[in-house]
């Protein structure tokens, strides 16, 4: 007789964003890789076409399911695992050539994994161990800048980089807005110009 097969449900199938479906898929590369989870050379970290990235999704979400069934079956060798991550991701933070919070960002999917699949896991400790300090040089876009990634970027990107810049928001933001967040301010039947809505909702 054979074996019912499990469904999981995997983190890029949450959000509503297509961009933060996208996001968490390139997110999850970092873990998977460092924990032998997935083939090196079926992933690319760098920027690449969208056919290359949709020929990743076999193995990513072949390699979500190990990572579930890992949790489930042996917790231990996993929490080993995300500290050792956590550890080598430090030591880039302390070396000036990462930033602290992206160590957060690239947990958010396997964080939102268990979640979704119930899977008994405690990340308060964990957390705890990531350096706070942030060594890279942060800084807001110049005009410039801005302008250039106007020139190059299509109409959906183009309009959240306005949004963003004009409302001092960081991109995990984009993901609390919702079309109604956008008003269209009317003076005698004529529409003004649109603006953002400080407090967005969250979902």
């Not at 460092?34 to 072949?62: D, S, T």
């Not at 917790?75 to 302390?94: G, H, Y």
């Amino acid at each position: 007789m054979a074996m019912e097969k499990i469904e999981m449900m995997l983190p890029w199938e949450a959000p509503k964003s297509p961009i933060s479906r996208t996001d968490y898929k390139r997110r999850s590369r970092f873990l998977l890789e460092f924990g032998g989870y997935v083939n090196p050379k079926l992933i690319h970290h760098e920027p690449c076409p969208p056919f290359v990235i949709q020929a990743e999704m076999p193995e990513l979400e072949r390699s979500i399911r190990a990572f579930i069934m890992d949790v489930m079956n042996n917790p231990m060798k996993v929490k080993s695992l995300i500290i050792r991550f956590i550890r080598a991701q430090n030591e880039l933070v302390d070396a000036g050539k990462n930033n602290h919070l992206s160590i957060r960002l690239r947990l958010v999917p396997f964080k939102l994994t268990l979640d979704l699949n119930d899977a008994p896991f405690s990340w308060r400790k964990l957390m705890r161990l990531i350096h706070t300090r942030n060594y890279t040089k942060d800084r807001e876009y110049g005009l410039a800048e801005i302008g250039l990634m106007l020139a190059r970027a299509t109409p959906g990107i183009r309009m959240a980089i306005l949004i963003m810049a004009s409302a001092g928001m960081r991109v995990e933001a984009v993901d609390l807005l919702h079309v109604k967040d956008i008003k269209s301010p009317e003076i005698d039947g004529r529409v003004v110009c649109g603006e953002v809505s400080v407090y967005a909702r969250r979902r």
